[in-house]
């Protein structure tokens, strides 16, 4: 990832101030970059804020996701939020974790579509889990955004849910 030269000071600036950046992980980087760019060079305390009502939106996405699982995935999903340096990202309570499972995004919807693709990649990896599944076709859903909303997708059909509501309501045309 290049980085520009204003980012570059932003982040000797954060180096200085006690927050070493991640220069080793091209996530972290961009979250960085992601924060640089929306709200410009803040400072440390300014920066943990931001990163902070990351991690309560991660939270509130994965309390919206498990309402659309039945109580047999909800026991196998031991999914929880934590901190890594300052970053959210989800891991099993045991501490498990695989892949790429940090949690930025700046909107609501995109933060929820997010933390539904990484609880899903979870249940595959773990448990073997194919979730959550288009009772009509008997396919596996995809999280995506559609408008303003994150969505389950079903490819076969084109059917759609508001992620959240799988159980409650029917899909959208």
């Not at 790429?100 to 933390?115: E, I, W």
């Not at 396919?139 to 799988?166: F, M, N, P």
Request: aromatic share 6%.
């Amino acid at each position: 990832m290049n980085v520009d030269p204003d980012m570059e000071d932003w982040l000797e600036r954060l180096t200085r101030e006690g927050i070493a950046p991640p220069l080793n992980n091209s996530r972290k980087m961009g979250i960085l970059h992601s924060i640089f760019h929306e709200h410009g060079p803040v400072g440390t305390d300014e920066a943990a804020e931001i990163l902070l009502d990351a991690m309560g939106r991660a939270v509130e996405a994965l309390v919206t996701v498990s309402k659309d699982m039945s109580p047999h995935t909800r026991a196998m999903a031991r999914i929880t939020v934590g901190l890594d340096s300052g970053f959210p990202y989800l891991k099993y309570v045991d501490g498990w974790r695989h892949g790429d499972d940090l949690v930025f995004d700046s909107g609501d919807a995109g933060t929820l579509a997010q933390v539904a693709d990484t609880v899903q990649e979870f249940l595959m990896e773990r448990e073997h889990h194919v979730w959550p599944v288009c009772t009509a076709h008997h396919v596996g859903l995809h999280s995506q955004i559609s408008g303003a909303d994150a969505v389950w997708y079903c490819k076969t059909g084109g059917h759609v849910w508001r992620i959240g509501r799988l159980l409650t309501d029917q899909p959208d045309p």
